[in-house]
C-alpha cells in the first residue's frame, strides 16, 4: 500500500525495465516509467524483424557469397505491380478461369448497349447514303475549272433573266430602249452630248425633263427675274451679274439639272470681282431680242417624255402557260401627288374608323390598290402565249393594235375573250384598268369563223420564241 501510494511499480516488468528489486529501489528514483516501457517495446519489434530476415550470416565467410542460380535482380530486387505478381503466382487453372471471366465481363458490357431499330437502321443508312452522295459532288465541283463554274453560273443567271419581267422605256430623243430604272440618267447623258447643237433648246429641255415640277417652277421663276431685269434695264450693270454663292441662286438654279447650263447657254460668262468673289456676268454684245426668245422658251417648254416599250415575248412549250412572274417595283412606284393622296386617304379612314358603319360601307369605302403598268398574256390554239406590257391607261384599242401587227394573217377577223372574266374585249377606248384586265391578265385568242389552223404569229415573232418545255 505505502508503494502504490508514492507512485512506484511494482510490477515483474517494472523489475525487468530497471533491473533490480523493487524492494531495494531509492526513493529519490526520477526515470519516466513509460519512456523506460517504450524502449523496451521498440526493441522487441526490432528483433522481431530482425528474426524474420532469416539465418545470421557472418561477413566474408562462404556463405555470404551469392550462388550463381541467384540472378541480379535477387540482389536488387525491384518492386513489380500486384497484378504481375498475382500473374505470376497462378496455376494454368488460375489462369483460364481468369480468361473466361474477362469474356463474360465483355459479353456483358456488349449485351447491355441496347439494340437498333428497324428505322434506325434505315436512317443510318440514308444518312450515310447522302454524306457518301454529297462527297462524291464536291470531288466533282473540285474538279471542273474555275471557267467551267463561271460559264455554268453565268448561263443560269441569263436563263433567269430571261423570264424576269422588267418595265423597259423608249427614249424620246435617241429612240433607244432602256431600262425604266436607268432612263433618267440615258436622257441626261443623251441631252448633255446635244448641248453643242443647240445649247439654249437642249438646256431648256435638261431643265424640264431632269427635275420635279415644283424644282422647274422655282427654276424658271428666278430665270425669268433675272431676264426680265435685263430686258428692262439694258445698260445697267447690276443686273448682269450674278452671284453663285448667293443662297436663292444655289437653291433655285445651281441645285437643279440644266438651270447653270441655261445661263451659259445666253451667254453668260465666269468672271471675278475686284475682291476676288466669282461672278456670272452677261456681256452687253447679247441682244435684247435673244434674250426674249430665250425667256419664251424656258417659260413655255415641255418635258420629254418616255414612251413604255411593249416589249413582246413570246412562250412557246407547255409551261409557257402557266409561267409565274414576279411585278417588278415599277409597277407600284408612287409619284409625289399619289403619296399626298394616300396619306389624305389614310387620314380619312382614320376618322371614319371612329363612326359606325355597316359591313357593305366598309366594302365599298376600301381603298383598292393601284398599279401603273399591267401584263396582258394572250394564249393561241396552237400552245403559243404572247406576253406584252402594257401601261394600265392604254386603252383596249393599243391591246388589238398590240395583237394584230404580229399575227401572220393580219387582215383575217379575230376576237379576245377574257379567261378570268369570260367577256369578250372588243376595239374601243376603253381603259385595261376599267375593263379590270390588271395587274395581269389571260387572254384567249380565236378567229371568228372558228379555224384552229395556223399559222397564227409571224415567222419572225415565233424565231425570237422562248421554249419553255
Known amino acids: ?19 533490480c528489486d523493487t524492494q531495494h529501489r531509492p526513493h529519490n528514483y526520477t526515470t519516466s516509467a513509460m519512456d523506460k516501457l517504450k524502449q523496451f517495446m521498440d526493441k522487441r519489434k526490432a528483433d522481431k524483424r530482425f ?68 428505322e434506325e437502321r434505315i436512317a443510318i443508312s440514308v444518312a450515310a447514303e447522302a454524306e457518301a452522295n454529297a462527297q462524291r459532288k464536291a470531288e466533282v465541283a473540285a474538279m471542273k475549272s474555275s471557267s467551267q463554274v463561271l460559264a455554268e453560273q453565268q448561263a443560269q443567271q441569263a436563263q433567269s433573266e430571261r423570264h424576269r419581267l422588267h ?25 448633255q452630248e446635244r448641248l453643242s447643237e443647240s445649247p439654249i433648246t437642249f438646256a431648256s429641255k435638261m431643265l424640264h425633263s431632269l427635275n420635279t415640277p415644283s424644282e422647274v417652277q422655282d427654276a424658271v421663276g428666278l430665270l425669268k427675274r433675272y431676264l426680265d431685269n435685263i430686258i428692262k434695264n439694258p445698260h445697267e450693270p447690276k443686273y448682269r451679274r450674278i452671284f453663285p454663292s448667293n443662297k436663292t441662286f444655289q437653291a433655285k438654279v445651281a441645285s437643279v439639272l440644266g438651270g447653270v447650263e441655261f445661263l451659259y447657254a445666253i451667254g453668260y460668262q465666269d468672271q471675278t470681282g475686284d475682291e476676288g468673289k466669282a461672278m456670272l456676268v452677261l456681256p452687253e454684245t447679247v441682244e435684247v431680242a435673244a434674250l426674249e426668245t430665250a425667256l419664251m422658251l424656258v417659260e413655255n417648254d415641255k418635258p420629254l417624255q418616255f414612251q413604255l416599250f411593249n ?115 372588243d376595239v374601243s377606248e376603253s381603259t385595261l384598268q376599267d375593263l379590270g384586265l390588271v395587274p395581269m391578265t389571260v387572254i384567249n385568242f380565236a378567229w371568228v369563223d372558228g379555224s384552229m389552223s395556223g399559222p397564227f404569229l409571224k415567222g419572225s415573232v415565233v424565231a425570237r420564241a422562248v421554249n419553255l418545255s
Open 1 to 19: 500500500n505505502d508503494s502504490r501510494r508514492l507512485g512506484l511499480m511494482t510490477s515483474p516488468v517494472c523489475e525487468i525495465i530497471h533491473g
Open 167 to 191: 418595265v423597259r422605256m423608249t427614249c424620246p430623243l435617241t429612240g433607244e430602249v432602256v431600262q425604266w430604272s436607268d432612263r433618267m440618267s440615258h436622257l441626261h447623258t443623251a441631252l
Open 311 to 425: 416589249d413582246p415575248i413570246v412562250y412557246t412549250g407547255s409551261g409557257g402557260q402557266s409561267l409565274r412572274v414576279e411585278l417588278p417595283d415599277e409597277f407600284f412606284n408612287l409619284s409625289t401627288k399619289e403619296v399626298k393622296e394616300l396619306q389624305q386617304q389614310r387620314s380619312k379612314e382614320v376618322e371614319e374608323a371612329q363612326m359606325l358603319r355597316t359591313q357593305a360601307m366598309r366594302e365599298a369605302g376600301r381603298p383598292k390598290r393601284t398599279y401603273k403598268y399591267c401584263v396582258i398574256r394572250v394564249r393561241f390554239p396552237d400552245g403559243c402565249v404572247l406576253q406584252g406590257t402594257f401601261s394600265v391607261n392604254d386603252t383596249a384599242h393599243a391591246l388589238h393594235v398590240f395583237v394584230r401587227n404580229r399575227l401572220h394573217d393580219e387582215s383575217k377577223p379575230y376576237s379576245l375573250v377574257s379567261q378570268a372574266s369570260r367577256s369578250k374585249i
Open 51 to 118: 528474426k524474420k530476415a532469416g539465418k545470421g550470416v557472418v561477413l566474408g565467410s562462404a556463405e555470404d557469397k551469392p550462388t550463381a542460380s541467384v540472378s541480379a535482380a535477387a540482389v536488387k530486387p525491384e518492386r513489380s505491380s500486384t497484378s504481375d505478381r498475382q500473374q505470376r503466382a497462378m496455376t494454368p487453372a488460375g489462369i483460364a478461369a481468369q480468361k473466361r471471366m474477362e469474356e463474360a465481363r465483355k459479353a456483358k458490357q456488349f449485351s447491355s448497349k441496347p439494340l437498333l431499330t428497324a
